[in-house]
């Protein structure tokens, strides 16, 4: 608990210049400022205690998988990647996520089945043992391999001693309890005949044989096949194959086993005759007019599976025939004469055919195939004659089409997800098999801490996805696709207005109020679209409003610490301004139109968010229009602002009018915190007044318009990978014709070609060095966005740099910086973006006595503006009468660009924004109870008893924080929160029962600050910004939680609440059930006893120290990991270290004990069984004579 008294400035003495002047800023702590007679008191309840950063899990599909791993009796599957990650997955609800930290990619799984243990062989040639007896699985033992690559793994089911294959062509042997190896070692020219003067190359298959588990068979790539006797050290056959060996694969009796080549061709060998295949077949090989056959793709894989009821089976991948090109990739199933060709849309980088048993001498029983593909995850159920797929449970589609936004919603509205759920479930795909999924492993409990969470992602295809989050799952709960909304064009034509070439409907933000269900979408074309939420199907037109936003390109001069102070009036000097719809407008010329077509016709639309109003911003003189870099809408005032490069615009959904059209420099009006220069006008130019608006008939005007910003944005800025100035509007101090000229793009072309999604863009950057933190930021910026946008903190900036971004076609511009404001600024380039936006209860003036609606604007130079304004409250004077909005004035100047902006009432409690109650537009009419608008307001003067006197407005912006106490505008508290770099994400947000500003900054740190106070908490070095993925899905929420799209098909999930992290083992699945392990077929006695029962190896005896000795210390090294399991803690040394090695002991031992009893017990009647069947035949024979038999 801490408790703090500040002294605040005079409501009437203060002036507006007060708050925009350099303020003594602290880098350690929130900085209070000036004095007042009245105090307030805030009680403080967040300590650095409370916070604590981890993960929390990871969902979608493993990015660039490697390597598949399936535990029959488990039921668990284990998936690596190249980067080095292994996803373990269960039952619904089992996901856990680990990685290595070499970051090596993983070659190859094996599971030790039924033993809670997991062994990764890693491309650096390590073997890593993981403990999966615990809910975050740790490594061990690592054993490093120094002289040899490692190429293949095999452990035998129930065995200790790992065999090893290498490049090399040698087979060593590791022990799997103390991971060191033995000094048995099978070397590649004992393996081969002396005569054969070529190396056979690297080991690609290792297995035992069925029949006996001393016969190790080795596959070298040359096409060579080896059985090698354990017991005898001696080699028993040898085949020699033309072809490439891939893989190998048993019959269960261990008479025959099968290969795969790379011409396409399997052959079935026969132990009793080694000197030729018993069988080659070209499973997709025809015989051309010629009589040779069609030369063939490799089978990179085969198993070979029998059945008990049918035919066996052959599945393989690959084989086809190289006669056609772009064919999919195929999985092949043989059953009998049947072939059947499961065709893929991604390569399948490995599959594994899962059976009844674990044991490899038994008849095997497939029930299904687990298919890894490189973007997918497929399960085939083998019980059914069409062969069709599971229903795949986890949220392996995140990808689908690329993630380009992500919004994070915690503590939502109970009913929201059941409606959701409901909604969506109406539209799922079907064909799927009938039966559970095979998957089942490991359990999984709901969490005590559980409230609802949403996910939501936007994609390049303009679709929408809504996830339910809670209780740290994913599900898909509805999906919506924004294309629907626009006129798809026809099959030839070309429209001018097209903004890019592909993904014109990609998403780049996402608004939503749960409370009231409004939903808004914004797109690369310029475009926003408002939905609302019906359980109802309906059919209404699309409403359309065009905007065209646009600015004057004015040179910005900082004020620098000594000369003149930007000094702002009351804003009370203004008139009003009152929009309406359609007012100015007159018919335009040929390029006014916009980068979409809408819909005319009403459309049918299914139950769930239905499309009700478009917002497109309009093509100007042959240039595109901004993107948006800001978006807020509030359903209790029924407004929707929007701001970009240009300027700022505010839309009436409810009227489907336009209210406001401003640029920036027109939000300032006469108070201009910037001196600046406007660039020489063109002739025959038209001067526009700002307030623009758009009807049908709009009239355009000539002017110079900037270079579109291209695609995803970060804190509100637009992305592009060029940038020009932007000329139009009112100009404020002219200057001769020598000015710099504009360069101009046609209209025939697009601006750039693709919409990059977040999932894809990889950029390098420095973030590290103090000094050139600077340089960092611009880089960040230039790279994010694209245009040329000033924050008057960067005036002393080195001159120049250039930028560079993949994709993009040309470099037009260097971005410079003069060193001192006395520079001319002829030379410079600005734009000042609106970066952030939002709708609350506020006080427009200072000497306001209540709250009004009011919309405060941030803006990327750092001037926090508040415009009021006047809503109707009654329902009927709502829909008819317009509403007005007041002359704006600026508040604040910070520096960098705003991020966030929040309301805090005097009790330092977050103010929700008013909303209004969801009710459904389609929904039947009750004559008894009419449907009216109920909106919810949290003013802060509403909310306080009628005591308060005010709220606190938070305010971030990359660089500082600063908490301002309204209605006197009066600054409280200031803290720099980075020198080095600069924040990327901030936002408001409770934790621990109370509130906090978490921010994320470039360089990876992710910070905390109390509030109003600003202490710093927390601040965790978690993750160096390396690509532009993680700026552009990084995002805060409520609960102390996080995420990010930490790969192009994943998303990360952490918190920063010590509380959660505490519950965090309770959330988790549990990955290790005890199961008992499956009894081995009684085969009968006649089978055993013509030889048909495997036979037993003691394996300690032949690879242990004692016979096979100690292998070179300089082939591997053994590394101990950093044990993870329960209570090995205590075991590092002493006498508790001693007593829980005991007690390890004592429970292996007790375990033996009882493994022998059950061995005994099965003795004894494989015993009985053996006398009674004896005695049996006695009774028959012996009254027989001898030529009787």
Not at 68 to 89: E, H, M, N, W, Y
Not at 326 to 339: D, N, S, V
Not at 530 to 554: G, H, M, W
Not at 677 to 696: A, F, H, V
Request: proline share 7%; charged share 20%.
């Amino acid at each position: 608990m801490k408790k703090f008294r500040k002294v605040l400035d005079g409501l009437t003495t203060s002036s507006p210049g007060g708050t925009l002047g350099s303020p003594s800023y602290s880098s350690a702590a929130g900085t209070p400022t000036a004095s007042t007679p009245r105090e307030i008191d805030v009680q403080e309840t967040l300590v650095s205690e409370n916070f604590q950063l981890c993960k929390t899990v990871r969902h979608g599909f493993p990015y660039q998988p490697t390597a598949l791993a399936f535990d029959p009796v488990q039921k668990i599957v284990a998936i690596g990647s190249r980067t080095g990650g292994v996803r373990i997955l269960g039952r619904p609800g089992v996901d856990c996520y680990c990685h290595h930290e070499t970051t090596a990619a993983v070659l190859q799984l094996q599971f030790l089945i039924n033993e809670g243990a997991l062994v990764t062989a890693c491309a650096d040639d390590t073997l890593h043992l993981w403990n999966l007896r615990q809910r975050r699985p740790a490594i061990l033992h690592s054993l490093k391999f120094n002289r040899e690559r490692i190429t293949f793994c095999h452990l035998p089911f129930q065995s200790k001693w790992l065999y090893v294959g290498t490049e090399r062509g040698n087979t060593h042997i590791v022990n799997i309890e103390s991971f060191v190896l033995s000094g048995y070692v099978i070397m590649w020219n004992k393996a081969i005949e002396l005569c054969t003067k070529t190396h056979p190359g690297p080991v690609v298959h290792l297995s035992d044989s069925p029949k006996d588990e001393g016969k190790l068979l080795i596959g070298f790539e040359s096409g060579t096949v080896v059985q090698w006797d354990l017991r005898m050290k001696k080699v028993d056959f040898r085949i020699y194959y033309d072809e490439a060996i891939h893989s190998v694969s048993w019959h269960h009796e261990g008479k025959q086993f099968m290969c795969s080549h790379s011409d396409g061709s399997l052959t079935l060998w026969n132990q009793r005759n080694t000197a030729r295949p018993f069988q080659i077949t070209f499973p997709h090989g025809k015989i051309q007019k010629d009589g040779r056959k069609e030369s063939c793709k490799p089978i990179l894989k085969v198993e070979y599976k029998t059945s008990r009821n049918s035919e066996p089976f052959v599945i393989f991948s690959g084989g086809l025939s190289y006669d056609k090109a772009g064919r999919r990739p195929t999985l092949t199933i043989m059953h009998g004469k049947a072939i059947t060709v499961l065709e893929m849309d991604h390569p399948i980088v490995e599959f594994m055919v899962l059976c009844e048993t674990p044991y490899n001498n038994e008849v095997q029983e497939p029930y299904a195939v687990v298919v890894l593909l490189e973007k997918d995850f497929i399960v085939v159920d083998l019980t059914q004659s069409n062969f069709p797929i599971f229903e795949n449970p986890y949220p392996m589609d995140i990808h689908e089409s690329p993630v380009t936004c992500t919004a994070y919603f915690a503590d939502c509205p109970p009913d929201i997800i059941p409606i959701l759920y409901s909604i969506g479930a109406k539209h799922k795909k079907t064909g799927f098999s009938q039966k559970e999924w095979p998957i089942t492993g490991g359990t999984w409990n709901v969490g005590s801490q559980t409230y609802p969470e949403i996910i939501i992602t936007g994609h390049a295809d303009g679709s929408i996805k809504f996830w339910d989050a809670s209780a740290i799952t994913l599900q898909m709960l509805y999906k919506l696709k924004t294309s629907k909304v626009f006129e798809k064009p026809k099959p030839g034509e070309v429209r001018g207005g097209d903004l890019v070439e592909e993904d014109p409907y990609a998403v780049q933000m996402v608004s939503w109020c749960p409370q009231s269900r409004i939903f808004c979408v914004v797109g690369i074309s310029a475009h926003i679209i408002l939905y609302r939420f019906s359980k109802y199907e309906a059919n209404t037109p699309i409403v359309s409003l065009e905007v065209r936003l646009q600015c004057d390109t004015e040179e910005v001069l900082s004020p620098s610490e000594t000369e003149n102070q930007p000094c702002f009036p009351e804003p009370g000097s203004h008139s009003p301004v009152q929009a309406s719809p359609g007012s100015g407008a007159s018919e335009g010329v040929k390029d006014s139109i916009p980068c979409l077509k809408v819909k005319e016709r009403p459309v049918r639309v299914p139950p769930g968010y239905q499309a009700e109003l478009v917002v497109q911003l309009l093509w100007v003189d042959g240039e595109p229009p901004g993107q948006i870099t800001s978006l807020d809408i509030n359903s209790a005032y029924g407004l929707l602002a929007f701001g970009n490069s240009n300027g700022l615009a505010v839309v009436d959904y409810l009227q489907k009018t336009l209210l406001l059209c401003l640029s920036t420099l027109d939000l300032y009006g006469a108070a201009d915190p910037y001196q600046r220069l406007t660039r020489s006008p063109r002739k025959n130019r038209q001067s526009t007044s700002g307030l623009t608006e758009l009807s049908d008939n709009q009239q355009s005007v000539d002017m110079e318009r900037s270079k579109s910003p291209t695609s995803d944005h970060v804190n509100g800025h637009c992305t592009s990978p060029t940038s020009q100035p932007c000329s139009a509007g009112k100009p404020r101090i002219p200057i001769g014709p020598e000015g710099s000229r504009l360069t101009r793009r046609g209209p025939g072309r697009p601006p750039f070609r693709k919409a990059q999604s977040a999932a894809c863009m990889e950029i390098s950057l420095p973030v590290s060095h103090t000094e050139v933190g600077h340089t960092s930021r611009r880089a960040m910026l230039q790279q994010l966005h694209g245009v040329s946008m000033y924050s008057h903190d960067e005036h002393h900036s080195p001159a120049a740099y250039c930028w560079s971004e993949k994709g993009a076609e040309s470099r037009e511009n260097s971005f410079s910086r003069s060193r001192s404001s006395s520079v001319s600024s002829i030379d410079r380039e600005t734009k000042e973006a609106v970066t952030t936006l939002q709708f609350g209860e506020s006080y427009g003036r200072k000497g306001d006595a209540q709250p009004t609606p009011c919309l405060w604007v941030g803006t990327s130079l750092g001037v926090v503006l508040l415009i009021p304004m006047s809503v109707p409250t009654e329902e009927e004077e709502r829909l008819e009468e317009p509403v007005t909005i007041g002359p704006g004035g600026a508040v604040l100047l910070m520096k960098g660009s705003i991020l966030r902006l929040a309301f805090l009432d005097l009790a330092g409690a977050i103010i929700p924004g008013p909303h209004e109650v969801w009710r459904d537009p389609n929904g039947p009419e009750d004559p008894d109870r009419p449907r009216r608008r109920k909106l919810i307001n949290f003013s802060p003067w509403s909310s306080q008893d009628g005591c308060a006197e005010g709220h606190l407005a938070v305010v971030c912006s990359e660089r500082q924080a600063k908490v301002l106490l309204m209605p006197s505008q009066a600054c409280l508290f200031v803290h720099n929160i980075t020198e080095s770099s600069f924040v990327l994400r901030a936002d408001v947000v409770t934790a621990c029962n109370s509130v906090c500003l978490a921010c994320f900054c470039a360089n990876g740190h992710i910070m905390t600050l109390s509030l109003p106070s600003l202490r710093p908490l927390m601040d965790v070095n978690y993750l160096p910004m390396t690509d532009m993925r993680i700026a552009r899905t990084f995002c805060f929420t409520n609960g102390g939680q996080a995420l990010y799209l930490s790969s192009p098909t994943e998303v990360q999930r952490i918190t920063f609440s010590q509380d959660m992290c505490e519950n965090l083992q309770e959330m988790l699945g549990e990955l290790f059930t005890p199961i008992e392990t499956p009894e081995v077929q009684n085969r009968g006695f006649l089978k055993g006893f013509f030889g048909g029962n495997a036979q037993n190896l003691d394996r300690e005896e032949l690879f242990g120290e004692a016979s096979a000795g100690k292998a070179s210390r300089s082939l591997a090294q053994h590394i101990p990991g950093q044990v993870g399991m329960e209570g090995m803690k205590a075991a590092a040394g002493g006498v508790v270290g001693d007593l829980a090695r005991a007690r390890i002991a004592l429970d292996e031992r007790g375990q033996r004990l009882g493994e022998l009893e059950d061995r005994t017990a099965h003795m004894m009647t494989s015993a009985e069984t053996f006398s009674k069947h004896a005695h049996e035949l006695m009774l028959k024979c012996k009254d027989k004579k001898w030529y009787q038999f």
